[in-house]
């Protein structure tokens, strides 16, 4: 295989919340949304999930969950009388709740516990988790995040998919990249055909140096959305990181076709360039990084690429050192 760079070459996106059928408002894809963890403000190399972030549910689809726990409140126990929730009551509370994640995560763990114990049950629940997630508490929150979704057996598909997923993703966070699969397999077991967790899954087999169940995984979704561009640009990754650089070129420059101005292709581009031995080349992507998305991290990874390149440069192979 090919070395990897020491810094993330995938796309910061964050990709467009989908509609979900019964739901009054969107899901949003990630917590880069609404937390910002200290890491990288990316989605996760192939190298390892350092940027990864969990999705978030939004306050429309919370109002499946409070009607579930209403209907559920509404059935009496053999001893103790049915007390109706009030579901817009919960719905603010949980809206309230994930305000609080992304601004003071101490504070919305506090109101998180005290709903949980009046009855607030599985938005509590996961609300109490991503305040874990916005802690850096990361493998605590993977543990909860994971039991809450096993848990969901009564509640809609599509909602214990996503929190599967935010447990894989939270795995990651917590560098198990095992267990982020293991979550992330269980998300498309529910939901086979789901592009963004399918894209979620290949992340993480990726992590775990399983590329080409990554590649399998992004033909999957490429077959139903040929131009979707982040999932040709991880493909163009994956493939690189297999020595496969003319088709890892191909899907990036089908990427680059679709968004020219993206600086994640282009770094991608100018890393699969370097190995084919064109260093002229891969040196015009990387600057043209620095130009159109200055101090992000495709920055970051572009001037480190160029400085090693430099350095390198009396380098009869043309290569960089292979990374551990």
């Known amino acids: 295989m090919s070395e990897m760079t020491p810094v993330s070459i995938v796309p910061p996106v964050v990709i467009q919340p989908q509609s979900r059928k019964g739901c009054a ?34 306050v429309g689809c919370f109002l499946v969950f409070a009607e579930a726990m209403s209907a559920n409140a509404q059935q009496p126990l053999p001893t103790v009388p049915a007390v109706p929730r009030n579901a817009e009551a919960d719905a603010a509370t949980y ?54 979704a096993q848990s969901m057996m009564t509640s809609p598909t599509a ?20 267990r982020a699969y293991a979550a992330a397999d269980a998300a498309v077991a529910l939901l086979p055909n789901d592009a963004n967790l399918l894209i979620d899954r290949a992340q993480a087999a990726a992590s775990s140096g399983y590329f080409d169940k990554a590649v399998d995984d992004l033909n999957h979704v490429l077959k ?43 770094l991608e581009r100018g890393n699969i360039r370097r190995l084919k031995g064109d260093q ?39 290569m960089f050192p292979r990374q551990p």
């Open 25 to 58: 408002s969107v899901m949003s894809r990630r917590l880069s949304g609404i937390l910002r963890l200290g890491r990288p403000p990316t989605l996760p190399s192939w190298a390892g999930r350092r940027g990864s972030r969990a999705r978030i549910l939004g």
């Open 95 to 148: 809206e309230r709740c994930m305000k609080l994640a992304k601004q003071d995560p101490a504070a919305a763990q506090k109101l998180a516990s005290g709903w949980h114990e009046h009855g607030g049950a599985h938005p509590a629940d996961h609300c109490a988790a991503l305040a874990l997630v916005g802690l850096k508490q990361y493998k605590e929150a993977a543990i909860r995040l994971e039991a809450l």
């Open 159 to 178: 909602l214990r998919a996503e929190v599967f997923d935010q447990a894989g993703q939270a795995w990651g966070l917590a560098g198990d990249p095992a």
């Open 224 to 266: 139903a959305v040929p131009d979707r561009v982040d999932a040709l640009i991880y493909r163009a990754s994956a493939n690189r990181a297999l020595d496969r650089f003319d088709p890892a070129l191909d899907d990036i420059e089908k990427a680059l076709a679709k968004a020219p101005a993206s600086a994640p292709a282009l």
């Open 280 to 318: 002229a080349g891969a040196r015009r992507d990387w600057e043209r990084v620095g130009q159109l998305d200055p101090g992000s991290q495709a920055d970051m990874a572009a001037k480190a690429n160029i400085e090693r390149l430099e350095a390198n440069k009396n380098d009869r192979s043309g």
